[in-house]
Structure formats: C-alpha cells, structure tokens
C-alpha cells in the first residue's frame, strides 16, 4: 500500500494506475477506522482494481462549538488496518494541503441538507459537499463508497454528483453495528462506559419502529416515538429523531413511499447517529 501526503504525489500515482486501464474506487474517511469503514474498502476491493481510502479529519465540516479538537486520530493503526483490507494507495493530506489561504469556494447541495443534520449543524454540509469535491477532483474515481449510517450524506453526495455531471457512480455501503446493535462510529471511542452501555437504545429505538412500520404502523408520529421512548430511558439527550421522504429529505405527514427513519443523540458532548430506510429502497 503506497502513502501519500500531497495531492501531486496521489496524482502521479494515480496516472500510472489509470496507464495500466485500472479502475479506481474512492472511500473518503475521517480516520479512528472501524469495520464500517473497512467495509467500504472492501467493496471498493470488489468492484475496482485499484482502491483509494482518504483520511482527513476535515475542519470545515465542523461546527464551532464541536468536538474538532477532540476527534480520534491514530494514523498507524489505520494504515495497518488499511493495507490488511486490501486499499492500494491511502491520502494523509495536511488542512494547508486541502485548504490553502487563499481558498475562497464552498459547494452547497440546496434542500436535501435542509433538515435533519443540516439543521442540527449548520454549515456541516457545505463542507462536507467541499472537501468531497476536491477529493472527488483529485482522485477521480470510477465509483466512490459512502455508507448508509451517514445517510442524508450519501443521498447529499449523489445529487451533487449528478447536478455537477460527475463521471463517477456514488455507491451507498449498509451499517455496520456492533454486537448490542449500536452502529460503529469513531466516535463511540469517545464514550463512558455507562454511555456506552445505554447507546445501544438507539438502534433499539429503530427497531422497534422498524418492527412497528412492519405490523403496519404507518403514523410518523408513534415510529418516531418509539425511538424517543427508548432514548428516554437513557442519559442520552435527543438532537432529533425525524422521519423524511426520500430521497428528497422533506419533511413528510404521511408516509407513501420510501422513507428515513433518523437519530441524533448526545451522549455527554459525544454526539451519535443512527438510521433506518422503511419501505422498499429499490428505484431509489
Ligand atoms: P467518517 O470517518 O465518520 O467520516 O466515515 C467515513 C465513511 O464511512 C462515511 O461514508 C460513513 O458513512 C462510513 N461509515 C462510518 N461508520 C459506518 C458504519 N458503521 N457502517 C457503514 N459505513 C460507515
């Protein structure tokens, strides 16, 4: 597995790999790697030739008052786990390399970042839609790998790469959960123990919705106050559980067609998220 740090040393590899008429899969990642993570990878590893993971913990998708500065890194763990998952090339860039100064364009997707994290963190998206690009720009990829537990992100970067004629193809990945149920996320390294004992009630929460939606139950209201309800038996405190339309993320009364099912909770300052699509996905 090569390393590199600049964007002409991912360029120049890139080139020779293209030379060779590989294909090239990208999953862009904040590090503190996990097996969701991994799981990118390794459909990455499936479906191309040549598999690119980028580690960035990218400070613009951050809010002022976030858990920037806190957020794990341990960049020699995740290259092992990288090179043991079959990526070829991992990019480490500096904040200068991928913002330098005189940087001055941000990317915005409208409405579809409207709601749920877009309210809960505002401006999350935008940089989220910027670092993408630029990465998207950089790598460009033949298929790029965005997981479902970050699921307003993947509907987000999807519409972004077809109102932009991107020519690549964004590939939705399933949740990774622990055993108990709660989904992985770097961020659950951050939890106490007794947090991390009461996180699972999330996923709790959504399947016993999930179970519900199943016996019939179609009022938004009693799904999302399942998961309320099991949340509240917990310290955690709820950013929002919300039940949109998809895949445009509006709002939605009733529900017709496919919908996602979407947590944030805080546990302490250690904010955590979880989902689930009801009905069927297809045709998405
Ligand atoms: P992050 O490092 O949190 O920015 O995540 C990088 C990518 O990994 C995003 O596309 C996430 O949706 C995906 N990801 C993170 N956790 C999971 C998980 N538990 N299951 C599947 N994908 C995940």
Request: aromatic content about 8%; hydrophobic content about 40%; some cysteine.
């Given at each position: 597995m090569e390393i590199a740090r600049t964007i002409a040393e991912v360029r120049g590899f890139l080139a020779g790999e293209r030379a060779a008429g590989k294909t090239v899969g990208l999953s862009p990642t904040m590090g503190a790697l996990h097996d969701g993570h991994l799981s990118l990878v390794r459909r990455?590893?499936?479906?191309?030739?040549c598999s690119v993971v980028s580690i960035f913990v990218n400070p613009t998708q951050f809010g002022p008052a976030e858990d920037l500065s806190k957020y794990p890194r341990n960049e020699a763990k995740d290259c092992d786990l990288l090179a043991a998952a079959g990526?070829?090339?991992?990019?480490?860039?500096?904040?200068?390399?991928m913002y330098p100064p005189d940087a001055c364009t941000t990317v915005t997707v409208a409405g579809?970042?409207?709601g749920l994290c877009g309210t809960a963190r505002p401006g999350h998206f935008a940089g989220v839609c910027t670092i993408v690009l630029k990465l998207f720009n950089i790598v460009q990829p033949n298929r790029?790998?965005?997981g479902l537990k970050d699921a307003q992100q993947y509907f987000v970067v999807r519409q972004l790469a077809r109102d932009l004629d991107l020519p690549l193809q964004v590939r939705p990945v399933a949740i990774r959960r622990e055993h108990d149920g709660l989904a992985m996320s770097s961020r659950n390294?951050?939890?106490?123990?007794?947090?991390?004992?009461e996180a699972p009630a999330i996923n709790q929460g959504i399947r016993a919705a999930q179970h519900a939606y199943g016996q019939g139950e179609r009022r938004p209201e009693v799904l999302v106050g399942l998961i309320r309800e099991a949340v509240g038996r917990t310290s955690g405190v709820i950013d929002y559980?919300?039940?949109?339309e998809l895949p445009t993320m509006g709002p939605l009364s009733e529900i017709s067609g496919p919908s996602l099912l979407a947590a944030a909770v805080f546990f302490g300052d250690v904010r955590l998220i979880d989902n689930a699509i009801l009905g069927d996905p297809e045709g998405l």
């Open positions: 990455s590893d499936e479906e191309n030739d990526c070829d090339l991992v990019f480490l860039p500096s904040v200068e390399a579809l970042t409207d790029a790998y965005f390294l951050r939890l106490t123990a007794k947090q991390r004992s559980v919300e039940l949109v």
